[in-house]
């Protein structure tokens, strides 16, 4: 089954579109170490994740420097899936399995 994603969702008008396009999910990036003018604060996120409906996950994208900051950031953002890039080693990704009440995204490089 494939499944879309949209991704840097920053204003309610980008939600809504992907919403009536179809989109299965959608992404807030909050918190990470790269320049991007797709980042947002987390409050902002907690914000426009609220007003998604049911049937669509929210994601949360980021790059936490531990377990503990990304607990703490899904906690205030409240998505339904959090995604974290680069920083996560596989046995911190599973603790933060372990600790979260939200499907858990890793992305992995394939050269590292």
Known sequence: MTRVKI?????EAD????VRAGAD???FIVDVAVETPREIPAARARDLVAGVPPFVTTVL???????QAAVAL???VGADAIQVHATL???EVG???ERL????LAAVDPDA
């Open 95 to 97: 603790v933060l399995t």
């Open 61 to 67: 994208v980021t790059m936490p420097e531990s377990v």
């Open 89 to 91: 080693d596989p046995g």
């Open 25 to 27: 999910a959608v992404g």
């Open 74 to 76: 899904q906690d205030r």
């Open 7 to 11: 991704c840097g969702i920053t204003r």
């Open 101 to 104: 009440d939200a499907d858990v």
């Open 15 to 18: 939600r809504e579109v992907a």
